[in-house]
């Protein structure tokens, strides 16, 4: 009995000690290494693009640039190395359980099933699917392209809320998946697809910065509702710096300058958006 009882308690000493261990694993790593690894996208802007200086830009970005000197700061970190690392829509979540980056730094909307295997931060922008047309063919109605081909990105939420309205017969389109949105794009230029499939917000910068805003069109209708969040391995204690770092981003009204930055060309912020910022600028 003694022995099963000492057995026990050491198991129960190993486990207290592990726990900690494992939820401080990331500012750890980074702080031993004195590096914090970041991934973006090649082409998803404004948020999260590589620049004609062949360096990561866009609103995300800046967001984890920030996150990445707070971070510093609360590790006592004089000089923090910050990695750029390029990630696609496909392979995003794998970079993040390999280690090949820390946070994710694009537009990855928060799902439940997501957040089954990792972590969001508190939200950064709230947008939703929609479909972007040639100038001068956006239809009356979503029942008008009914057999036409729709591209949309692999590995997005845009590709399974599609998928899940096909098979359920609600939209009757044939669906051309893409690599990224420059595939997306072309497919759409050429007359390959009828309609390109991905977030409002992505969809209008694309038609701005490629078609100077007078080759596409924007549809009317909206398909869902996409909380974008920065993206991390499960870990608590990493998840709260980063979420400390734009709460008070957020409740500083900081947050201006960067929507003025990346998204001026759309107008002002609407009501749903502010009320992310002010909902999510957590007391500290």
């Not at 017969?169 to 044939?174: D, E």
Request: proline share 3%; hydrophobic share 40%; net charge neutral.
């Amino acid at each position: 009995m003694k022995k099963r009882l000492l057995g026990a308690l050491a198991f129960v000493s190993a486990l207290s000690v592990a726990v900690p261990a494992m939820a401080d694993a990331t500012l750890a790593k980074i702080k031993d290494s004195g590096t914090i690894k970041l991934g973006y996208r090649e082409n998803s802007p404004p948020f999260s693009f590589q620049g004609n200086d062949g360096k990561p830009h866009g609103y995300s970005v800046d967001l984890c640039r920030i996150v990445a000197d707070e971070v510093a700061r609360q590790l006592g970190i004089a000089k923090l190395d910050v990695r750029w690392v390029m990630v696609s829509a496909q392979n995003r979540f794998e970079a993040l359980k390999r280690g090949d980056i820390d946070l994710e730094c694009g537009n990855s909307t928060q799902t439940l099933s997501r957040r089954a295997d990792f972590d969001f931060s508190v939200m950064t922008f709230v947008d939703g699917a929609g479909l972007l047309f040639r100038a001068g063919e956006k239809p009356a109605s979503i029942d008008d392209i009914k057999g036409q081909r729709v591209a949309v990105v692999r590995g997005t939420t845009t590709e399974k809320l599609l998928d899940e309205l096909v098979a359920a017969a609600k939209l009757g389109v044939r669906l051309i998946k893409v690599e990224d949105h420059d595939d997306a794009i072309k497919a759409l230029a050429d007359k390959t697809a009828t309609a390109y499939a991905a977030d409002r917000t992505v969809l209008v910068t694309t038609a701005i910065v490629r078609g100077e805003g007078k080759q596409f069109e924007l549809g009317d209708a909206q398909f869902s509702y996409e909380p974008y969040g920065l993206v991390m391995r499960r870990d608590a204690d990493f998840r709260l710096a980063v979420d400390r770092s734009l709460s008070r981003l957020y409740r500083s009204g900081e947050i201006g300058g960067l929507l003025k930055r990346w998204f001026e060309p759309f107008g002002t912020p609407g009501e749903a958006l502010r009320a992310v910022y002010l909902l999510n600028g957590l007391p500290e």
